[in-house]
């Protein structure tokens, strides 16, 4: 049999047909492709009903496919000082980008940058924003030839001012092209410059720039109250982003953080900061500290230090690694002999201290250690009454082994080697002395012990008022401007250390200080025409990181605390100076003699009705668009001072926002655009020139301190400077 016919004979055996194969396939293919429809159609019907995929939403991701959200940025809180007068407060600024995506239209109408117009919009950005011409060119042609859908203008495109960003609006329009288009970016004002600029901090835009963060100071330690909630509006929006005519947006409204008035003074702010710099460029100290404060209530009416920055310009903040600490609560130091006021104090309540009795100066020998007076006991013989006048650390050490245990124990009252809970960020609790007898003794006259300034203040409180220890404030109360609820902070009394008897006593041995001839270690030095001061000096060591004591001949923390006047103190003021290039005993005086004259003189100038008048308040309101003349007289009627800027016929900027408050009386600058005349600014505060120079975007210094007397341009004349100075004076 052939192998054909074998092979047939197989093919038939098996049933092995062609037709009969195919016809199996066929059925075999039509039943999965059946099977596969159903289990489609099963899927599909369980989308369809349960509107999910994978645990998606399929009606949540179309509604984000047609659906937009745009952030309300809730307004900062303000920072005002105790009278009204703003001292942080909210701005604008923008950032500029051109789109070229030919897409970007409406209707017929272009709103891209076209090719054509390159050389316009370059000559533009050049003439607004310092930016090459060349360099803006090239950026509109690469960003078109790599067909990007915008392109920005690096640091030349950012912090643009609304002045700036209308100019530039107003030349495109002049020319009649498109492209150009500005993002709006939260900022902040500081109108004062330098003005204690580590308690009052400053902010910065956050990382998704829907609003501001603080970095230091109140705008940190109260970031929280200030920056309020951020709202959105929801809206239906096309293929290109933008938002569909004829929808309605939802609208989730923003909730304006609070505003906050410190219990500063800007008067005596303002008059301190003059006098720090005039005292730091002589002297040249490493730091330098100053806080005055009202003895009854606590309430700071100033303060500040120096390293200092600028939060308006940020200037200052790049030099030394200490302008990051505010000295007040984060350094801890050993005060020298300012402390020997507790120490007396303590020895008077404990009954060990007799102002007659005699003791031989000099030095004195504990455990293995010998203490020596600063003279070296050149004086001889001295009373107790003079171991303070004199500032003798023998007396204070023969004190403080008197009352044994009890002078720890009154450091504890006091509160030092505690935080103060001041509310300020990173606050340090500073160090009592050690259980060794050599620290103990050393403490009495301010060594081996470590403070901040906040103790020390809080600790004098109680000597300036009658033996009751206040708690320093720096705020005067919190107001929520939406609803007007305020909450007002009250005087916090924190005990009794010392009597009332006691500390009279003290006071009146601290005038010894600066009145007696021959115990007085500021004899002639320190003074207030018209008061008796009760005052103390100190010269501290300061303490090396290597161990020891820092050498040199002028290494040491120089201070003094001044209570005024010695019979009932208002006020008490405390400065340090800390290893300055060169000193001499006036040094601080040059501080402490005019600051506390000028806070007298407001005390007994300032009567109720006056600062009931200071303090009426005017809500802004918002006067742009509205016509000159208009705008001006409704300002006017409102109690505000208008000053007009400008030639044009409606108002384009104003120097204080809607909803802010100002004192009755106070200026409000309103700019018309077109040409601007420089005003007469002859009285004006430092603060609304700079308001002045904010809202015409030129820098503006000064000389002096106080209200302007010179101007660098004459009134009236035309403004095209970009810078001006001024002169001020008391």
Same mark, same amino acid.
């Given at each position: 049999?052939?192998?054909?016919?074998?092979?047939?004979?197989?093919?038939?055996?098996?049933?092995?047909?062609?037709?009969? /194969?195919?016809?199996?396939?066929?059925?075999?293919?039509?039943?999965?492709?059946?099977?596969?429809?159903?289990?489609?159609?099963?899927?599909?019907? =369980?989308? !369809?009903?349960?509107?999910?995929?994978?645990?998606?939403?399929?009606? $949540?991701?179309?509604?984000?496919?047609?659906?937009?959200?745009?952030?309300?940025?809730?307004?900062?809180?303000?920072?005002?000082?105790?009278?009204?007068?703003?001292?942080?407060?909210?701005?604008?600024?923008?950032?500029?980008?051109?789109?070229?995506?030919?897409?970007?239209?409406?209707?017929?109408?272009?709103? =891209?940058?076209?090719?054509?117009?390159?050389?316009?919009?370059?000559?533009?950005?050049?003439?607004?924003?310092?930016?090459?011409?060349?360099?803006?060119?090239?950026?509109?042609?690469?960003?078109?030839?790599?067909?990007? +859908?915008?392109?920005?203008?690096?640091?030349?495109?950012?912090?643009?001012?609304?002045?700036?960003?209308?100019?530039?609006?107003?030349?495109?329009?002049?020319?009649?092209?498109?492209?150009?288009?500005?993002?709006?970016?939260?900022?902040?004002?500081?109108?004062?410059?330098?003005?204690?600029?580590?308690?009052?901090?400053?902010?910065?835009?956050?990382?998704?720039?829907?609003?501001?963060?603080?970095? &230091?100071?109140?705008?940190?330690?109260?970031?929280?109250?200030?920056?309020?909630?951020?709202?959105?509006?929801? +809206?239906?929006?096309?293929?290109?982003?933008?938002? &569909?005519?004829?929808?309605?947006?939802?609208?989730?409204?923003?909730? /304006?953080?609070?505003?906050?008035?410190?219990?500063?003074?800007?008067?005596?702010?303002?008059?301190?900061?003059?006098?720090?710099?005039?005292?730091?460029?002589?002297?040249? #100290? $490493?730091?330098?500290?100053?806080? &005055?404060?009202?003895?009854?209530?606590? $309430?700071?009416?100033?303060?500040?230090?120096?390293?200092?920055?600028?939060?308006?310009?940020?200037?200052? &903040?790049?030099?030394?690694?200490?302008?990051?600490?505010?000295?007040?609560? @984060?350094?801890?130091?050993?005060?020298?002999?300012?402390?020997?006021?507790?120490?007396?104090?303590?020895?008077?309540?404990?009954?060990?201290?007799?102002?007659?009795?005699?003791?031989?100066?000099?030095?004195?020998?504990?455990?293995?250690?010998?203490?020596?007076?600063?003279?070296?006991?050149?004086?001889?013989?001295?009373?107790?009454?003079?171991?303070?006048?004199?500032?003798? /650390?023998?007396?204070?050490?023969?004190?403080?082994?008197?009352?044994?245990?009890?002078?720890?124990?009154?450091? @504890?009252?006091?509160?030092?080697? @505690?935080?103060?809970?001041?509310?300020?960020?990173?606050?340090?609790?500073?160090?009592?002395?050690?259980?060794?007898? !050599?620290?103990?003794?050393?403490?009495?006259?301010?060594?081996?012990?470590?403070?901040?300034?906040?103790?020390?203040?809080?600790?004098?409180?109680?000597?300036?008022?009658?033996?009751?220890?206040?708690?320093?404030?720096?705020?005067?109360?919190?107001?929520?401007?939406?609803?007007?609820?305020?909450?007002?902070?009250?005087?916090?009394?924190?005990?009794?250390?010392?009597?009332?008897?006691?500390?009279?006593?003290?006071?009146?041995?601290?005038?010894? !200080?600066?009145?007696?001839?021959?115990?007085?270690?500021?004899?002639?030095?320190?003074?207030? #025409?018209?008061?008796?001061?009760?005052?103390?000096?100190?010269?501290?060591?300061?303490?090396?990181?290597?161990?020891?004591?820092?050498?040199?001949?002028?290494?040491?923390?120089?201070?003094?605390?001044?209570?005024?006047?010695?019979?009932?103190?208002?006020?008490?003021?405390?400065?340090?100076?800390?290893?300055?290039?060169?000193?001499?005993?006036?040094?601080?005086?040059?501080?402490?003699?005019?600051?506390?004259?000028?806070?007298?003189?407001?005390?007994?100038?300032?009567?109720?009705?006056?600062?009931?008048?200071?303090?009426?308040?005017?809500?802004?309101?918002?006067?742009?668009?509205?016509?000159?003349?208009?705008?001006?007289?409704?300002?006017?009627?409102?109690?505000?001072?208008?000053? !007009?800027?400008?030639?044009?016929?409606?108002?384009?900027?104003?120097?204080?926002?809607?909803?802010?408050?100002?004192?009755?009386?106070?200026?409000?600058?309103?700019?018309?655009?077109?040409?601007?005349?420089?005003?007469?600014?002859?009285?004006?505060?430092?603060?609304?020139?700079?308001?002045?120079?904010?809202?015409?975007?030129?820098?503006?210094?000064?000389?002096?301190?106080? +209200?302007?007397?010179?101007?660098?341009?004459?009134?009236?004349?035309?403004?095209?400077?970009?810078?001006?100075?001024?002169?001020?004076? $008391?």
């Amino acid at each position: 049999m052939s192998l054909k016919n074998k092979f047939r004979r197989f093919m038939e055996k098996k049933n092995l047909n062609p037709m009969n /194969n195919r016809k199996k396939v066929g059925i075999i293919l039509f039943a999965t492709s059946i099977g596969l429809f159903f289990l489609f159609a099963v899927r599909f019907s =369980y989308i !369809v009903i349960g509107g999910h995929v994978a645990g998606t939403s399929l009606a $949540e991701k179309t509604e984000q496919l047609y659906k937009g959200s745009e952030v309300v940025k809730a307004k900062r809180g303000t920072i005002y000082d105790r009278n009204g007068v703003a001292l942080a407060e909210d701005a604008k600024s923008y950032s500029i980008k051109a789109i070229l995506s030919k897409t970007y239209t409406t209707g017929d109408k272009k709103l =891209y940058a076209q090719e054509k117009d390159f050389d316009k919009i370059a000559t533009i950005l050049h003439k607004n924003l310092s930016i090459e011409k060349s360099q803006a060119l090239k950026i509109l042609q690469d960003g078109a030839k790599n067909e990007l +859908y915008q392109v920005e203008f690096g640091n030349y495109g950012k912090n643009i001012s609304q002045e700036t960003r209308q100019t530039i609006e107003s030349e495109m329009k002049k020319e009649n092209i498109a492209g150009l288009y500005f993002e709006d970016h939260s900022a902040r004002m500081y109108p004062n410059g330098v003005f204690s600029s580590h308690f009052i901090g400053y902010a910065v835009p956050n990382k998704d720039d829907t609003g501001l963060v603080g970095k &230091l100071g109140l705008e940190a330690a109260y970031n929280d109250v200030l920056s309020g909630k951020n709202g959105k509006i929801i +809206y239906q929006k096309d293929n290109y982003q933008n938002a &569909l005519p004829g929808t309605v947006a939802e609208e989730e409204k923003a909730v /304006n953080g609070q505003d906050i008035y410190t219990t500063l003074d800007s008067r005596l702010q303002s008059y301190l900061e003059t006098l720090m710099d005039q005292v730091n460029d002589e002297y040249q #100290p $490493e730091e330098l500290t100053a806080v &005055l404060m009202k003895a009854k209530t606590g $309430e700071i009416l100033a303060m500040g230090q120096r390293p200092t920055f600028n939060p308006e310009t940020m200037e200052g &903040l790049q030099e030394k690694d200490s302008v990051w600490r505010n000295f007040l609560v @984060q350094d801890s130091y050993e005060p020298g002999s300012t402390m020997k006021v507790f120490t007396t104090a303590a020895a008077i309540e404990e009954g060990k201290f007799n102002e007659n009795e005699t003791f031989q100066s000099g030095k004195i020998k504990v455990a293995d250690a010998t203490i020596n007076d600063h003279d070296y006991g050149a004086k001889g013989v001295l009373t107790m009454r003079q171991a303070l006048s004199w500032s003798s /650390n023998v007396g204070m050490v023969m004190l403080e082994q008197r009352m044994g245990g009890a002078w720890y124990n009154y450091l @504890q009252k006091l509160g030092f080697g @505690q935080s103060t809970h001041s509310g300020l960020d990173d606050e340090v609790s500073g160090a009592l002395p050690t259980e060794n007898i !050599v620290d103990r003794a050393m403490s009495a006259y301010g060594q081996a012990v470590g403070v901040t300034n906040f103790q020390m203040m809080k600790a004098f409180t109680s000597i300036a008022n009658n033996g009751t220890m206040i708690q320093p404030r720096y705020i005067s109360k919190i107001v929520d401007p939406t609803t007007g609820e305020e909450r007002a902070t009250q005087t916090e009394v924190l005990g009794q250390p010392f009597s009332k008897e006691t500390t009279q006593k003290v006071r009146e041995y601290m005038r010894d !200080v600066v009145e007696s001839e021959n115990y007085g270690s500021a004899y002639g030095v320190y003074s207030v #025409p018209g008061y008796n001061v009760s005052a103390k000096t100190g010269t501290a060591q300061i303490a090396s990181d290597t161990g020891g004591y820092q050498t040199g001949e002028t290494a040491y923390l120089y201070s003094i605390v001044e209570m005024v006047p010695s019979e009932d103190p208002e006020y008490v003021l405390y400065l340090t100076m800390k290893h300055p290039k060169t000193y001499d005993r006036d040094a601080l005086a040059k501080i402490a003699n005019p600051l506390m004259k000028r806070a007298m003189d407001f005390k007994e100038t300032e009567t109720d009705e006056k600062t009931e008048e200071a303090t009426e308040k005017v809500t802004v309101a918002d006067y742009r668009n509205l016509g000159t003349d208009v705008a001006a007289a409704d300002a006017q009627k409102s109690g505000l001072q208008p000053i !007009v800027i400008g030639d044009g016929k409606k108002v384009k900027k104003q120097s204080t926002e809607q909803g802010d408050q100002l004192i009755s009386g106070e200026k409000i600058i309103l700019y018309t655009g077109g040409e601007k005349l420089m005003p007469d600014v002859t009285g004006w505060s430092k603060a609304d020139i700079m308001k002045l120079g904010k809202i015409l975007g030129i820098e503006v210094t000064f000389d002096g301190d106080g +209200y302007c007397t010179k101007q660098s341009l004459a009134p009236y004349e035309k403004i095209t400077d970009d810078k001006l100075s001024f002169t001020l004076e $008391e």
